[in-house]
């Protein structure tokens, strides 16, 4: 059985765009959500943990965007979604697990 590997994105395929990362103050949704800020991306991200999202809002830089926000509860959801949605985001991200589009 051959597993089909798909090439790594580029950073240039971030540069200008915005990005929505859920779990982003920690772990590989904070790893993801630098990552895309540092290839020149608008990220949108959420975590349950204001002060650990406040430091990794820091760490990502001015292109980094926290929003408190617990996806269990649907108006707090609401509320992420469309702050960052009035960006218009390009790409969608959930916890580094995989992209797809969005909008």
Known sequence: MKIR???LPTGEEFAG??????GGSS???LHLAATLAGFGAEVFFCGR??????KAEEATGPRGH???C???H???TAAFVKRA??????SATCCAIRRCSFC
């Open 17 to 22: 765009r915005t990005a929505v990362v859920t």
């Open 74 to 76: 649907p108006g707090e």
């Open 85 to 90: 949605g009035a960006q218009r985001p390009t």
């Open 27 to 29: 772990g590989l949704g």
């Open 70 to 72: 617990d996806l269990a």
């Open 49 to 54: 943990n204001a002060e650990a999202g406040r």
């Open 5 to 7: 590997i798909p090439p």
């Open 66 to 68: 926290f929003v408190r």
